[in-house]
């Protein structure tokens, strides 16, 4: 019985593997042009933007501001949401930084000696932000037309995580105590941190083209409305999703309420980059997935109360 089960499943994944090299050499065309689009994607929107944040915090890590910016926050890590000190450097950065940086620097910081596995995992449910550079300019100016919509998204989405963090938060302050040193040769610190950066940002760009190749693909074959593609591309891939809302002709307060689902969701392509990135790691996945799923209904929530009271 387990011989017929390892060749069936070997001959699916000949199969599968044939199927998808004869897609990719009928689909040439979308090939190129998707991998051409997410360069263009990742060259303006994300490594502008992520790349200093990578290279600032890396180094920072190393030389303990974590423990500096966690006995300024300690009011709010420590009484408000039961966490260590130095998780509020993981909350600042990833507010600053946007997708997939509260995956990253809750890993490093966990790597490095500085919060336990019981905190780290509790970051993941929440630390997941859109950089407000994003939410303001390509969201509020280019999607919603308004800026001052792209700050009441933003607030909401900050307003919604930490209603998240409090809500779930542990009963107890974990007991941990770090012991990581002082690391003093900068310049070579300087040089690890760069080429970390480099690493990270590499594997989303190599992500989000995977992702826009399977997106264009299965709209030139399925040929799904236009409503439909609008949900191909939400499910996927949170940049174009939103940016599909652009020309959408549908009331503001319903386009404001996609966005906020889209971006606390988190597209397929954030959740592979943020399995990718823990696979190695005693960190678990499923907290982040979680934390989307119940983050994404506590923005939904608080969004409807915002149209309600006619604020949006």
Not at 74 to 100: D, N, Q, Y
Not at 101 to 125: P, R, V, W
Not at 246 to 257: A, D, G, M, S
Request: aromatic share 10%; glycine share 6%.
């Amino acid at each position: 019985m387990k011989k017929l089960w390892k060749k069936s499943r070997n001959f699916w994944i000949l199969l599968i593997f044939l199927s998808t090299t004869v897609l990719l050499v009928w689909q040439s065309e979308q090939v190129r042009s998707s991998v051409l689009e997410s360069v263009d994607l990742f060259m303006t929107n994300l490594f502008p933007v992520l790349f200093p944040f990578f290279v600032l915090t890396d180094c920072a890590i190393s030389l303990k501001i974590p423990i500096l910016l966690g006995e300024l926050l300690k009011p709010i890590t420590e009484k408000w949401l039961h966490l260590e000190r130095p998780a509020a450097f993981v909350i600042v950065m990833s507010i600053l930084s946007g997708f997939l940086a509260g995956a990253k620097y809750t890993e490093d910081m966990f790597q490095k000696g500085y919060i336990s596995e019981e905190t780290a995992n509790h970051l993941l449910l929440f630390t997941h932000y859109g950089n407000p550079a994003f939410v303001l300019s390509f969201v509020g100016i280019g999607i919603l037309n308004d800026v001052r919509l792209g700050i009441i998204l933003y607030l909401t989405q900050l307003g919604g995580s930490f209603l998240l963090a409090r809500l779930t938060r542990p009963k107890t302050l974990p007991s941990h105590h770090s012991n990581h040193p002082l690391e003093s040769e900068t310049q070579n610190r300087l040089g690890s941190a760069i080429s970390n950066a480099f690493t990270t940002l590499l594997m989303m760009l190599g992500s989000l083209s995977l992702f826009l190749i399977a997106e264009n693909i299965v709209i030139t074959m399925v040929s799904p409305s236009h409503y439909g593609q609008i949900g191909i591309k939400m499910i996927l891939e949170v940049t174009s999703g939103l940016a599909s809302l652009t020309y959408v002709t549908i009331p503001i307060e319903l386009k404001f309420l996609l966005a906020s689902i889209c971006i606390s969701l988190g597209g397929a392509n954030i959740h592979l980059q943020v399995s990718s990135y823990l696979e190695k790691s005693k960190l678990k996945y499923k907290y982040f997935l979680k934390g989307r799923l119940y983050g994404t209904i506590l923005q939904t929530i608080l969004v409807s109360l915002l149209i309600l009271c006619s604020v949006v």
